[in-house]
C-alpha cells in the first residue's frame, strides 16, 4: 500500500464479514476453482455440523483436514503439483 491514508482499505473480503460481527469466517486469498471450493465448504460444513448442532470452533480444523485432503489429490493428479488449486484456503476467528 502506497498511500498510508489507505491501508485499511487492504482488507479481505473474509476479514470484512468478520468485522461485521461473525467470529468465524472461511474465505480465500485469490480466485478458485469452483468445483474444489465446493468439496472444501461440504468437507468443512460436514466437519463442524455434529448430531444437528453447527460448532464453529472447528472450523479450522475443519478447513485443515479438506485443504490437506484437497492437496493430496490435487497431487496425484496433477503432474506438476500446483499450491494455487488448494493453498488459497484462510480461516479467520475463532
Known amino acids: ?7 485499511d482499505e487492504s482488507i479481505t473480503l473474509a476479514n470484512a464479514f468478520q468485522l461485521s460481527g461473525y467470529s468465524s469466517v472461511v474465505g480465500s486469498l485469490w480466485g ?3 468445483p474444489c471450493t465446493a468439496e472444501v465448504a461440504r468437507s468443512v460444513y460436514e466437519w463442524i455440523l455434529k448430531d444437528g448442532i453447527l460448532d464453529i470452533r472447528l472450523s479450522a480444523e475443519g478447513l485443515h483436514k479438506a485443504v490437506h485432503s484437497l492437496r493430496d489429490r490435487t497431487r496425484t493428479r496433477h ?3 500446483d499450491p494455487l488449486i488448494w493453498a488459497t484456503y ?3 476467528g475463532v
Open 79 to 81: 503432474s506438476n503439483d
Open 90 to 92: 484462510i480461516q479467520n
Open 32 to 34: 478458485v476453482m469452483d
Open 1 to 7: 500500500m502506497r498511500d498510508i491514508r489507505l491501508l
